[in-house]
T-cell receptor, first 115, second 111 residues
Framework: EPEVTQTPSHQVTQMGQEVILRCVPISNHLYFYWYRQILGQKVEFLVSFYNNEISEKSEIFDDQFSVERPDGSNFTLKIRSTKLEDSAMYFC?????????????FGPGTRLTVT | GEDVEQSLFLSVREGDSSVINCTYTDSSSTYLYWYKQEPGAGLQLLTYIFSNMDMKQDQRLTVLLNKKDKHLSLRIADTQTGDSAIYFCAEIGGATNKLIFGTGTLLAVQP
């Protein structure tokens, strides 16, 4: 069964460093998403991406964040200068385009620890 | 803004039914979802319901929607120890694809 994959599973970085989180969405999906879950808090939407551009973003997704689909398979989230409060589990998801329930399928997540 | 709330913890005995409840505030919700998260794993889509339905059954899972009260529930029949996980309610409303998640309910199944 096709699935969303994410690498790395755990990333430790120092405050101020840049990180890139990687995702491979399900191959025939056209919508891509990033969510995050800070420990003990709700899963929060960050951004959605379709047709090579951002279709929606939350207030969390400020200038420090960017997304890219550098080739036909990968979807990346870059945090330019990490802060302690960026420590969280980051989930990538993908869905079919079109009307209907937009079933979003999630990857296993990348745990980002900023020290 | 939109908000989704769930109770934090539910404990049941193996073989019993579990009922996990969720309330939401967005009256323009179009689809409501249940996701399952096992320890160390991602979010697994279990089922969803369209807002003009009041019930959906899928094997051991039954989803009930009371749109007037903005109340959603997930019933798991014959609960097994493998059902132990965190269950998240989520909704999508209006002209958006972003999921709004609840706090998650930890289901503990006692043998």
């Amino acid at each position: 069964e096709p699935e969303v994959t994410q690498t790395p599973s755990h990333q430790v970085t120092q405050m101020g460093q840049e990180v890139i989180l990687r995702c491979v969405p399900i191959s025939n999906h056209l919508y891509f998403y990033w969510y995050r879950q800070i420990l003990g808090q709700k899963v929060e939407f960050l951004v959605s991406f379709y047709n090579n551009e951002i279709s929606e973003k939350s207030e969390i997704f400020d200038d420090q964040f960017s997304v890219e689909r550098p080739d036909g398979s990968n979807f990346t989230l870059k945090i330019r200068s990490t802060k302690l409060e960026d420590s969280a589990m980051y989930f990538c998801a993908s869905s079919d385009y079109g009307q209907g329930p937009h079933e979003q399928y999630f990857g296993p997540g990348t745990r980002l620890t900023v020290t | 803004g939109e908000d989704v709330e769930q109770s934090l913890f539910l404990s049941v005995r193996e073989g019993d039914s579990s009922v996990i409840n969720c309330t939401y505030t967005d009256s323009s919700s179009t689809y409501l979802y249940w996701y399952k998260q096992e320890p160390g794993a991602g979010l697994q889509l279990l089922t969803y319901i369209f807002s003009n339905m009041d019930m959906k059954q899928d094997q051991r899972l039954t989803v009930l929607l009371n749109k007037k009260d903005k109340h959603l529930s997930l019933r798991i029949a014959d609960t097994q120890t493998g059902d132990s996980a965190i269950y998240f309610c989520a909704e999508i409303g209006g002209a958006t694809n972003k999921l709004i998640f609840g706090t998650g309910t930890l289901l503990a199944v006692q043998p």
